[in-house]
């Protein structure tokens, strides 16, 4: 794996896990949602779900940088990449903890 990769990947799937949850839930919040059938518990259910898949990828990401096979041959670089991956892990976890707790569509 590549070092720029190790070193951005984890913040990246952060980043797409924000845009993906705060999107889903605009659209949870959309006539269409409601107009589908869909109620707000079921969107809620659909926000948590999608939270804890992002968690479950956050923590994947930390267990497979830790592997040999993708461990980098530098060792700052392993450092800094566990660093930034932990890093992201809790700001998946803090920044879309509002989203799954909070009331919807206010």
Do not use: H, K
């Not at 896990?17 to 869909?38: I, K, N, P, Q, T």
């Not at 923590?59 to 660093?83: D, E």
């Not at 892990?89 to 919807?104: E, G, I």
């Amino acid at each position: 794996m590549n070092d720029i990769l190790r070193l951005s990947l984890p913040l990246s799937v952060w980043i797409a896990a924000f845009s993906g949850v705060y999107g889903l839930e605009g659209a949870v919040c959309s006539d269409r949602w409601a107009g589908a059938g869909l109620g707000l518990g079921q969107g809620r259910a659909v926000l948590v779900v999608a939270w804890a898949v992002a968690i479950a990828v956050q923590v994947g990401l930390i267990l497979g940088l830790r592997r040999p096979r993708f461990a980098s041959a530098q060792p700052w670089v392993q450092r800094v990449s566990m660093i930034l991956a932990y890093v992201a892990l809790v700001a998946t976890v803090w920044s879309l903890l509002p989203v799954v707790t909070a009331s919807l569509c206010l």
